[in-house]
């Protein structure tokens, strides 16, 4: 899960540059997939995969374009557009370089683990990822930006 910190500057260069579309713009932050997984779970013929990194890929030879997984996304991220499935994050850490403020952090990289819908839900309080962020480096941790 890659997310977006308090101090974004809107500039959208991570959104621009998602091969997979997968943000939406919530309150004027980019806002993307948190890869939950909840959309390959639905899947009915497991057209949505999980990769090694932990991202999840959509084999666009075998979705029937049922509308599951836009339907269950949590976050209202993907959605279908001219005839595929976007908005489902593959982790290719694209976002996170462009960014100028390094507001964009890897998550897995602060817990070393993919994390439960609710975790994820308690991280999503405002403030929540820099309060983590400043904990780790005080112990001597990298932030992974």
């Known amino acids: 899960m890659i997310v977006t910190t308090a101090n974004c500057t809107k500039c959208y260069e991570c959104v621009k540059v998602c091969p997979t579309k997968a943000f939406k713009i919530v309150r004027d932050l980019p806002f993307s997939c948190t890869t939950c997984g909840i959309c390959a779970e639905v899947c009915p013929v497991k057209a949505i995969y999980r990769t090694r990194s932990g991202g999840l890929v959509v084999d666009r030879s075998r979705c029937r374009m049922c509308g599951l997984c836009v339907k269950h996304c949590p976050f209202g991220v993907a959605r279908e557009e001219d005839g595929r499935i976007y908005g489902i994050c593959v982790r290719c850490m694209k976002c996170i370089p462009v960014c100028p403020v390094g507001a964009r952090v890897d998550v897995y990289s602060l817990f070393g683990r993919r994390l439960s819908y609710e975790e994820i839900m308690e991280l999503s309080k405002p403030g929540r990822i820099e309060e983590l962020i400043r904990?780790?480096?005080?112990?001597?941790?990298?932030s992974g930006s």
């Open 135 to 142: 904990a780790k480096e005080a112990v001597g941790g990298s």
